[in-house]
T-cell receptor, first 112, second 114 residues
Framework: GENVEQHPSTLSVQEGDSAVIKCTYS??????FPWYKQELGKRPQLIID???NVGEKKDQRIAVTLNKTAKHFSLHITETQPEDSAVYFC???????????WGAGTKLIIKP | GAGVSQSPSNKVTEKGKDVELRCDPI?????LYWYRQSLGQGLEFLIY????????KSGLPSDRFSAERTGGSVSTLTIQRTQQEDSAVYLC????????????FGPGTRLTVL
């Protein structure tokens, strides 16, 4: 079955710098790749997603890139701010009627 | 309701007791998921319901865990003979017609087994 690996497990960056979190997946049939953010004590919430028919998607300071050949996708956060501190989860799915397979999560720490 | 709700928000129980956790998904969502999250850890998949299909129970850690979904809406996760290692936050999520739609999470039930 599908396996999603996420790196790093912890990432500490200076406020204002960029952060990149990477995920790899094993099933080439996967075609949907969302990213969720979980703030301390809160529930996970979708922040951005990408489907396999595009290579990049942006939403203000966050972007996701997808390399289908290499089977990896990445979350990019620019101009990091204190409120970006959270745990970020990537996931992959083969689409309708298939569940999401989750990465283990990355704890992002923004240093003031 | 506006979102996924779960009850109770907190549950403290004694080892060996049974507990029931409830999830009310967003109206009309056909997919419902249960996850377990220990402190500082990731999302551990437990069970997945999709419409009228047989649920995917592959994530249930032991036969003490079971779940049902009545009428395609409300779901109950039951843990029998609770153990201390069952202590965690239990999260429920639902999604729309297509399983790869956004998953909306409930606030979770924090279970503490003494």
């Amino acid at each position: 079955g599908e396996n999603v690996e996420q790196h790093p497990s912890t990432l500490s960056v200076q406020e204002g710098d960029s952060a990149v979190i990477k995920c790899t997946y094993s099933d080439s049939a996967s075609n949907y790749f969302p990213w969720y953010k979980q703030e301390l004590g809160k529930r996970p919430q979708l922040i951005i997603d990408i489907r396999s028919n595009v290579g990049e998607k942006k939403d203000q300071r966050i972007a996701v890139t997808l390399n289908k050949t290499a089977k990896h996708f990445s979350l990019h956060i620019t101009e990091t701010q204190p409120e970006d501190s959270a745990v970020y989860f990537c996931a992959a799915s083969k689409g309708s009627n298939y569940q999401l397979i989750w990465g283990a999560g990355t704890k992002l720490i923004i240093k003031p | 309701g506006a979102g996924v709700s779960q009850s109770p928000s907190n549950k403290v129980t004694e080892k060996g007791k049974d507990v029931e956790l409830r999830c009310d998904p967003i109206s009309g969502h056909t997919a419902l998921y249960w996850y377990r999250q220990s402190l500082g850890q990731g999302l551990e998949f437990l069970i997945y319901f999709q419409g009228n299909s047989a649920p995917d129970k592959s994530g249930l850690p032991s036969d003490r865990f079971s779940a049902e979904r009545t009428g395609g809406s409300v779901s109950t996760l039951t843990i029998q003979r609770t153990q201390q290692e069952d202590s965690a936050v239990y999260l429920c999520a639902s999604s729309g017609v297509l399983a790869d739609n956004e998953q909306f999470f409930g606030p979770g039930t924090r279970l503490t087994v003494l």
